[in-house]
Nanobody, 122 residues
Framework: VQLQASGGGLVQPGGSLRLSCAASGFTLGYSGVGWFRQAPGKEREGVSYISSSDGSTYYADSVKGRFFISRDNTKNTVYLQMNSLKPEDTAVYYC????????????????WGQGTQVTVSS
């Protein structure tokens, strides 16, 4: 089981990025997938989640209306479209998979990708 997060970078406030979480060794479509982020000196926090069963999505209040999670099962990939980015969105972003009950809790996930850095700065 391997997850590869990519798509991070440096972007100006108000800009957009799309993160990808590609899976290998298993079918990502059978699992719920969460995106998390961790800023320096802060605890890792849940950002978004998409279920495997019906594609239900969940978002942290801090990103609602700006971030959108989606999945393409033909590519075994989950995406996080991030719009209207703010400096406070700066963090390392991780994707994870599992069968969580509390979908935005990092403790509910078994498998993690390596993280991709997102920096929002002018």
């Amino acid at each position: 089981v391997q997850l590869q997060a990519s798509g991070g970078g440096l972007v100006q406030p108000g800009g957009s990025l799309r993160l990808s979480c590609a899976a290998s060794g298993f079918t990502l479509g059978y699992s719920g997938v969460g995106w998390f982020r961790q800023a320096p000196g802060k605890e890792r926090e849940g950002v978004s989640y998409i279920s495997s069963s019906d594609g239900s999505t969940y978002y942290a209040d801090s990103v609602k209306g700006r971030f959108f999670i989606s999945r393409d099962n033909t590519k075994n990939t989950v995406y996080l479209q991030m719009n209207s980015l703010k400096p406070e969105d700066t963090a390392v972003y991780y994707c994870a998979t599992g069968s969580p009950i509390r979908v935005l809790s990092q403790y509910e996930y078994a498998y993690w990708g390596q993280g991709t850095q997102v920096t929002v700065s002018s």
